[in-house]
């Protein structure tokens, strides 16, 4: 098997059709041979329906997985170990891809040595920007709106793609292990970076990535992402992911548990957030300030979990 596509899904049903839909007029060189791995994270909705009609329609093509252990990186594990090709794309269940998607990606693996692929992402908005959002200048807005664009040519990968659209040789999870299953979306949290912390894993491991510019997938901005509580939410999440990827060193000096340069962090981001006048450069900090205290709140959990547990080892 040359090509498996792995897409985990929970409760997007419609979405998830819309994405299979775009799926199927792939165009790849006939003899090309590929496959579809959905892996269901216990979705109450229609989506085992959805996969079922895809499975009867092409059932050489496509193959139907339950992941019971709720969270994504559970379920993109699950899809790894049960795909067979040489090659992993992974996209999200609620994406339309580009007809050429996967033929780009191929194209980079085999023209340039490398063990993985980042793609085009185009957000796809169904509603109008809100006066609040801005993508460009100091203010940009992190990527609650998911978007990546590192220009025109295929270049190296310097800082981690996005999971949306990211292809990875087979043998990276081998030599590297799996997803972090810490991190990564789940029902009721915000936390996410399994992809962030997977790709830094093999940048730091000496591994290449490369950008296709032409594998492009668009990635609709739903409603409920462009209100600022969203963004808030998100913020904070991002800041419990790092704290989870790059843990505070053990000889940090604390108060009342929070590394100090976290607390000068914190009181920054208050001042530039409450003094700033302009109202992009006031919510951009007041994001930023949600992220510190992300940070801050998931490195104090993991403190005195630690702390615990050495504890209850000295007993």
């Known amino acids: 098997m040359r090509l498996s596509v792995i897409i985990c899904t929970w409760n997007r049903a419609d979405l998830l059709r819309q994405t299979l839909d775009s799926l199927e007029k792939s165009e790849l060189p006939y003899d090309t041979d590929w496959e579809v791995i959905l892996v269901d994270n216990n979705s109450t909705d229609e989506t085992a329906a959805v996969c079922q009609q895809f499975l009867r329609e092409n059932p050489q093509r496509y193959r139907y997985i339950v992941e019971k252990r709720q969270g994504k990186s559970f379920a993109l594990n699950t899809g790894v170990k049960n795909a067979t090709g040489s ?4 996209t999200d269940d609620d994406v339309v891809v ?11 693996f085999e023209t340039h040595s490398c063990v993985g692929v980042g793609g085009k992402i185009v957000p796809l908005w169904n509603s109008t920007k809100p006066s609040w959002y801005t993508s460009e200048g100091p203010y940009k ?5 998911v978007s990546y664009d590192l220009g025109t040519d295929p270049c190296e990968i310097r800082a981690p793609a996005l999971g949306a659209n990211l292809s990875l040789k087979r043998e990276v999870f081998e030599k590297h292990g799996m997803f972090r299953t810490d991190l990564g979306p789940t ?3 915000e936390v996410r970076g399994e992809d962030t912390e997977f790709c830094w894993r093999l940048l730091h491991g000496g591994e290449r990535l490369m950008y296709a510019p032409k594998a492009i997938i668009f990635h609709p901005v739903e409603k409920r992402r462009i209100d600022k509580r969203y963004f808030e939410a998100w913020y904070y999440g991002m800041g419990e992911s790092r704290s989870r990827i790059q843990l505070a060193p053990r000889d940090a000096v604390r108060y009342f548990a929070f590394p100090r340069y976290m607390l000068r962090w914190y009181l920054r981001d208050l001042i530039l957030w409450l003094t700033s006048l302009n109202p992009k450069r006031r919510f ?3 994001l930023q300030f949600c992220l510190t205290k992300g940070q801050m709140a998931e490195e104090r959990r993991l403190w005195r979990n630690r702390h615990q547990e050495q504890g209850a080892r000295s007993k």
């Open 187 to 189: 029902a009721g949290s």
């Open 141 to 145: 807005l992190h990527l609650a709106i």
């Open 98 to 108: 580009d007809s050429a998607w996967l033929a780009e990606t191929l194209r980079v």
């Open 284 to 286: 951009y900090y007041k």
């Open 87 to 90: 090659i992993l794309a992974f």
